[in-house]
């Protein structure tokens, strides 16, 4: 079951504000890559479920995260219905992140406990998702559905929103000001956060570093 409260994860999405968003079919790179992160200070992290057998990747990767970052949230993302969401609850997630809204995934992590965020790209999907009830909803495609501007526009008549946008985000210095101060709880970041060539070289320092890097810029921006 998971080992943190809905309520802890969103307050640690907030107090951190930032969300690695990473796969890999070998569970070692994903070890390896995890590792990384927490020591760049990195707390919550999302597990994509994106290839064959992912399902066994994470069940790996959990029990490890659990012995070795002992303080690491663990979730699982690119999750779009009720049965694949089940499975990951059973073997330990902390939360789900989809990147749209299902209502079957929405029950079955209501019944647990279990932090869910849906992917949302327009107000009413947003109202939708908190009827759900979804703390921190994922903006996705983050660039595609308008960026920081539509992050600020829906904190105008809906300041309460959490928003957690994904797509988009890179680790430099422009682009997290953006999000933070157009009012995004934190942003989720993937491919630009573990370059190709730095898995290839296994260049984990890398990885640290850029945690570490983003982490304090995301420090310096938020507010709240």
């Not at 999405?13 to 890559?33: I, L, R, S």
């Not at 999302?46 to 990767?61: C, I, K, P, Q, Y």
């Not at 850029?210 to 982490?215: G, S, Y």
């Amino acid at each position: 079951m998971a080992r943190f409260s809905r309520i802890e994860v969103a307050l640690k999405m907030n107090e951190t504000g930032m969300v690695p968003v990473f796969y890999n079919k070998d569970p070692e790179v994903c070890k390896a890559v995890v590792k990384a992160c927490y020591d760049g200070g990195v707390r919550v992290f999302e597990f994509t479920n994106r290839g064959d057998f992912a399902t066994l990747v994470f069940a790996e990767l959990n029990k490890w995260a659990i012995e070795n970052c002992p303080e690491m949230i663990m979730g699982v993302g690119s999750v779009v219905d009720e049965a694949t969401a089940a499975m990951y609850i059973a073997l330990g997630t902390n939360f789900i992140v989809s990147p749209l809204i299902d209502e079957g995934t929405a029950k079955v992590c209501n019944k647990r406990k279990i932090a869910w965020s849906p992917g949302c790209g327009s107000v009413t999907e947003i109202g939708k998702a908190h009827e759900l009830g979804a703390e921190v909803v994922k903006i996705f495609p983050g660039s595609q559905v308008g960026g920081p501007s539509f992050v600020k526009a829906v904190k105008g008549p809906m300041p309460w929103t959490s928003i957690m946008p994904t797509g988009g985000v890179t680790p430099t210095e422009d682009n997290l000001k953006a999000w933070i101060e157009a009012g995004s709880t934190c942003v989720g970041m993937g491919s630009q956060l573990f370059p190709k060539e730095i898995l290839a070289e296994k260049n984990y320092n890398y990885i640290t570093d850029k945690c570490k890097e983003a982490l304090q810029i995301i420090k310096k921006y938020k507010t709240n």
